[in-house]
Nanobody, 127 residues
Framework: QVQLVESGGGLVQPGGSLRLSCAAS????????IGWFRQAPGKEREGVSCIMRSDGSTFYRDSVKGRFTISMDNTQSTVWLQMVSLKPEDTAVYSC????????????????????WGQGTQVTVSP
């Protein structure tokens, strides 16, 4: 049974840092990518970053490039999202998800391509 569990969220001041973790279990090799998504109140879910389990290739949405870093352990089952220089607009519930269908950069951050989801962790950036 596939299970994804996020941790590491919290309250941080603008300019601060957080490191989110996603512990995945039960993933077969068909799940070729793990991604991080976020949803702010009243807004649609958006892709933040993802990493290919086969070769470690990474993708980021433009607004987080240079501030967020995604990484993965050697078992390809734990994925971290290091976030620095956080801004109030980064406030959201962050969820990790796994996909069996992402094959291109166009698909990489599309939440509809992901079939397994964690429960999410709240990130709040506020003075």
């Amino acid at each position: 049974q596939v299970q994804l569990v996020e941790s590491g969220g919290g309250l941080v001041q603008p300019g601060g840092s957080l490191r989110l973790s996603c512990a995945a279990s039960g993933l077969t090799s068909d799940y070729n990518v793990i991604g991080w998504f976020r949803q702010a109140p009243g807004k649609e879910r958006e892709g933040v970053s993802c990493i290919m389990r086969s070769d470690g290739s990474t993708f980021y949405r433009d607004s987080v490039k240079g501030r967020f870093t995604i990484s993965m352990d050697n078992t390809q089952s734990t994925v971290w999202l290091q976030m620095v220089s956080l801004k109030p607009e980064d406030t959201a519930v962050y969820s990790c998800a796994a996909s069996t269908t992402v094959q291109s950069t166009i698909q990489a951050l599309n939440p509809h391509e992901y079939s397994r989801w964690g429960q999410g962790t709240q990130v709040t950036v506020s003075p």
